[in-house]
């Protein structure tokens, strides 16, 4: 394995960066702090590579092939990551990352040398995504975590064995954020009419183990809201496999929506940053969640790239996973050739009834629907677009995406899941 310290530092350690003249006694101790974690990071990293070399092949050969078959997985800055995770104790970094890799064999099978991307190990599992039951949410707390939110009502039981392939692939999302890498993340479930259909003991082991044994991330807190005579059951079988640490940082968040959200607020994270399913602001979509990923991981064809640059703004400080206003930006191209022909198909099934916004005697939501249907990949928010729909204020500075609303006083958000609904209802039409 090359070294590659340069890019350690960066990584883990954020570093002063004097202007010219002196420095002040708070400045030179962040000098010094900054000094004295690049030493441990180059020791560090060569003590860990002296215990990797002592532990005996037989017992690491996950490891040992994902080194010879995929080198640049097993860089310098994937063990690093390790090494800041163990406090720099090397012979407990060592046993963590031969952990890791023994254990992402178990999920993924061969393809666990392939990145955790959605083109390499996760190509063949983007549809359980769309199930919605974990969702990486677009901002960190207060603490500057990252969130990771479970929606068990969501689970189906024949879809158990992907939720663990999904966990992994984003805590991986996570750990691209730096400061959640260096911070960890936080656990937010949403219990509210869940039965024991919706449990399952070995993937919950699964995931609770890997969260706290393997990842290079700390699990820092777990919040499980709207609790259900359902739950001590699970509880009891939850605790027995959650770790000391785990079990002393589960926090039981219940009563009404606002009391839960002040609940939420007195641990550090904000309405703001909570799913609407919790009384939050951020509308989850598992949909616009792929299509951010497809555009960041470069999973788009040279044609698509364009259209997909357009989906992905700039990441602020706070954000990670998804973005919520990158999904609504409407693309300023319009194909006018499918403008024209998707609304002239759909005006041909229009019914002659009164028309009312966004129902489906509407032909600007027949239209977009059609555009959908003829092109997947469209956009949803280009899909309205080509219907119609005009959402002057989409790109305006200052605006609040939650704010947009289009001519009739209809929100983005509302058309976008009137959208979802027909699509979903001429899919299930078609293939009956």
Not at 401 to 419: A, F, H, I, P
Request: hydrophobic residues 35%.
């Amino acid at each position: 394995m090359s070294s590659n310290n340069s890019r350690l530092s960066t990584v883990s350690f954020p570093f002063w960066s004097g202007k010219g003249g002196s420095m002040s006694e708070e400045q030179q101790q962040q000098q010094q702090q900054t000094q004295t974690h690049e030493m441990d990071a180059e020791s560090g990293l060569r003590l860990l590579k002296v215990e990797l070399d002592n532990i005996p092949d037989n017992v690491k050969t996950s490891f040992v092939h994902a080194q010879h078959a995929a080198p640049d997985l097993v860089c310098d800055q994937h063990l690093s990551r390790f090494l800041y995770a163990e406090g720099y104790n090397a012979q407990l970094a060592a046993r963590r990352i031969v952990s890791y890799w023994e254990h992402r064999k178990k999920v993924f099978g061969e393809d666990y040398i392939l990145p955790l991307t959605l083109s390499g190990a996760m190509k063949n599992h983007v549809q359980s995504l769309y199930d919605g039951y974990l969702s990486l949410l677009p901002l960190k707390d207060n603490f500057g975590r990252a969130i990771i939110f479970s929606n068990p009502i969501k689970l189906l039981p024949s879809k158990f064995d992907n939720q663990v392939r999904i966990w992994w692939y984003l805590v991986h999302v996570a750990m691209e954020d730096d400061v959640a890498l260096r911070n960890g993340f936080v656990i937010v479930s949403n219990a509210r009419n869940t039965s024991l259909t919706n449990f399952d003991a070995k993937s919950t082991a699964a995931i609770c183990t890997s969260g706290d044994r393997f990842f290079p991330i700390r699990w820092r807190q777990t919040h499980c809201c709207h609790t259900n005579p359902v739950f001590p059951l699970v509880a009891a079988m939850v605790k027995s496999v959650l770790s000391q640490e785990q079990r002393e940082t589960f926090v039981v968040h219940n009563g009404t929506c606002e009391q839960v959200v002040e609940s939420f607020r007195e641990k550090g994270i904000l309405k703001e940053c909570l799913p609407t399913d919790l009384g939050g602001s951020i509308l989850v979509s598992p949909e616009l969640f792929i299509r951010e990923r497809m555009a960041t991981e470069g999973c788009f064809t040279s044609e698509e790239s364009d259209d997909a640059s357009q989906l992905c703004m700039r990441r602020s400080k706070n954000v990670v996973g998804s973005s919520v206003d990158a999904a609504l930006l409407v693309p300023e191209k319009k194909a006018y050739a499918q403008v024209k022909k998707a609304k002239k198909k759909a005006s041909s099934t229009a019914t002659k009834q009164s028309v009312q916004p966004g129902r489906p005697g509407d032909p600007r939501m027949n239209a977009a629907v059609q555009a959908k249907l003829e092109d997947p990949d469209l956009p949803l928010l280009e899909a309205l677009a080509v219907g119609g729909f005009i959402f002057e204020d989409i790109n305006k500075p200052g605006v609040k995406s939650s704010e947009v609303r289009d001519k009739d006083g209809v929100t983005v958000y509302q058309r976008r899941n009137q959208l979802l609904r027909r699509l979903r209802k001429e899919r299930k039409r078609t293939q009956i």
